[in-house]
């Protein structure tokens, strides 16, 4: 008899603590949604003013997340390099290469197209030119294919790890529509349809991972999300927030492309939060950056909205 009210104490305390958690999740969407009406007006006004462009956005937060059009798939430019680094700290952690490896810094790569090869003629990191014919560690070619946006440092990367592994890792940690094809600026490549796609969902996916130290390890991820934060290119989502905002991002963009995708740090003992904004269509990118700009610091509102 003694075990039978046992079993029923027990089968009640979990039926409470079911109601209870339903009843958690209730009050929490009741509170948000205020929260998401606000922030997706705040998009709307703010994409109205670019009628020409196409844009995305994912926030991702311990309660409130939002998307808009975050499925639609953009060329990824530069945020691919997110997935990059990804995979090159999921091999030193695999113990199949070392941060200070050195590789050989040549501007000569295979094109993805096939039958020939291309070297980098565009890219905002020039300093790195200077050590052709030379080595540089791996730490430091992540950093600066992050900090700078080398595509230098990006491609002796890629065809390092490969892009199918890099694909691959970012697949398994939720970039479902990701693909990473190739390097960067293999124009022959672009020219055969093969292009490094990613859409808004995808980038969350992986920043959202590596906040929650999922993406590689704890440890690995912090160096990570060190390396991010030290991203030089800050007119778009860090633009739009309080100056006291750490920021740890990756930006990229490619003609009329212009993309940011972000874990945001606010001071004090605020949680961070994930937020990425893609854009197309904008051919000037002061325009671009405005416009991601005033998305971040609707984001920032919406989700302090209830803290």
Not at 26 to 32: F, G, H, Q, V, Y
Not at 136 to 149: A, D, I
Not at 172 to 187: N, P, S
Request: some cysteine; charged content about 25%; overall charge positive.
């Amino acid at each position: 008899m003694r075990k039978k009210r046992g079993g029923l104490h027990l089968r009640a305390s979990a039926k409470r603590a079911r109601q209870q958690r339903v009843l958690e999740r209730s009050r929490e969407k009741a509170l948000t949604f205020p929260a998401v009406a606000c922030f997706r007006r705040a998009v709307r006004r703010a994409v109205a003013a670019c009628p020409e462009a196409s844009v995305a956005v994912a926030v991702r937060a311990r309660a409130p997340t939002f998307d808009w059009h975050a499925d639609r798939v953009f060329h990824a430019a530069s945020t691919m390099k997110v997935a990059v680094l990804i995979e090159t700290y999921r091999r030193v952690e695999r113990g199949a290469l070392a941060l200070d490896d050195a590789l050989a810094v040549e501007n000569c790569f295979r094109s993805a197209a096939g039958g020939g090869v291309f070297q980098i003629a565009e890219d905002s990191d020039e300093e790195i030119y200077d050590h052709l014919g030379g080595a540089l560690p791996v730490r430091t070619l992540t950093e600066r294919m992050v900090t700078r946006s080398s595509n230098l440092a990006t491609n002796l990367l890629v065809e390092r790890l490969g892009a199918d592994a890099v694909e691959r890792t970012a697949r398994r940690l939720g970039a479902g529509t990701m693909r990473i094809r190739r390097g960067v600026e293999d124009r022959a490549a672009y020219r055969a349809g093969l292009s490094n796609t990613a859409s808004a969902r995808d980038l969350a996916a992986l920043m959202n991972a590596l906040m929650r130290g999922e993406a590689v390890s704890p440890q690995a991820d912090r160096a990570m999300i060190e390396t991010l934060a030290g991203q030089r290119y800050n007119s778009m989502i860090p633009a739009g927030l309080p100056s006291d905002t750490r920021v740890a991002h990756k930006t990229g963009w490619l003609d009329a492309l212009h993309h940011d995708a972000a874990i945001v740090c606010p001071p004090g003992e605020a949680v961070p939060y994930v937020l990425v904004v893609f854009t197309e269509g904008i051919r000037a990118h002061s325009r671009s950056a405005r416009l991601g700009a005033e998305i971040a610091r609707a984001a920032h509102e919406f989700v302090h909205a209830e803290s």
